[in-house]
């Protein structure tokens, strides 16, 4: 079975390496588009990572995200599940990036660090929404994993797990975390691009 998605990443390898190395650039964009992508993984939690993307970018279109309300925030979340609570989240975060974003990753420059900072320090970010920003702005190296319902279940359908636990603690999403690490590096696929590579083959799409 892993010979099949060895296949199935030989396929799709160029596309995901493309996403990859857009996502390594993004140390070089500003603080305001850093920012939006800590905005959209506070706001994926239970909700399409899709509709939480056009949400934000509605938001920077509107000149709201790095000014506005939790109130004026709000309207923009309705097709995102507990808009109230994560509209909250991002003035919340704002205040603890104002004094630059990228300035405050870099100063941290181990990932599994960093990581945990943020799921301590950011309301609204767990583990998993952690890694995911970290991912997606190419600070990850690899290093840690965004344990979500689609990569749970492809753990399982590879042997990787034995089930999806019904919750997470933090000593659980290690454990899982490491196995996939293994598991990436016995089929030659590096962490980053297994997660995408699981993605897409839920969800048809090589997104973030």
Not at 56 to 77: A, W
Not at 81 to 104: C, T
Not at 115 to 138: I, Q
Not at 153 to 173: C, D, M, Q
Request: a positive charge.
């Amino acid at each position: 079975m892993t010979d099949e998605l060895v296949r199935k990443f030989q396929s799709k390898d160029a596309q995901i390496r493309s996403r990859l190395e857009e996502f390594r650039g993004m140390m070089k964009e500003s603080d305001q588009r850093i920012f939006a992508e800590l905005a959209f993984c506070l706001c994926t939690p239970q909700s399409k990572a899709t509709s939480c993307w056009s949400a934000v970018t509605s938001l920077v279109e509107n000149g709201l995200l790095f000014t506005g309300t939790e109130n004026q925030i709000r309207p923009f979340l309705n097709a995102i599940r507990f808009g109230e609570n994560k509209s909250r989240y991002i003035v919340q975060a704002r205040k603890i990036f104002s004094g630059g974003i990228k300035k405050k990753l870099l100063s941290m420059p181990d990932p599994v660090q960093l990581r945990d900072w943020l799921a301590e320090n950011v309301m609204g970010l767990g583990l998993k929404e952690s890694s995911h920003f970290l991912r997606n702005v190419g600070l990850s190296d690899n290093k840690v994993a965004i344990l979500d319902r689609h990569i749970l279940k492809n753990l399982v359908k590879y042997g990787v797990i034995a089930e999806i636990p019904k919750s997470l603690t933090e000593k659980r999403y290690r454990e899982i975390e490491q196995k996939m690490k293994d598991f990436a590096q016995e089929i030659g696929i590096t962490l980053d691009e297994l997660d995408l590579l699981f993605w897409s083959e839920e969800t048809g799409i090589v997104f973030k």
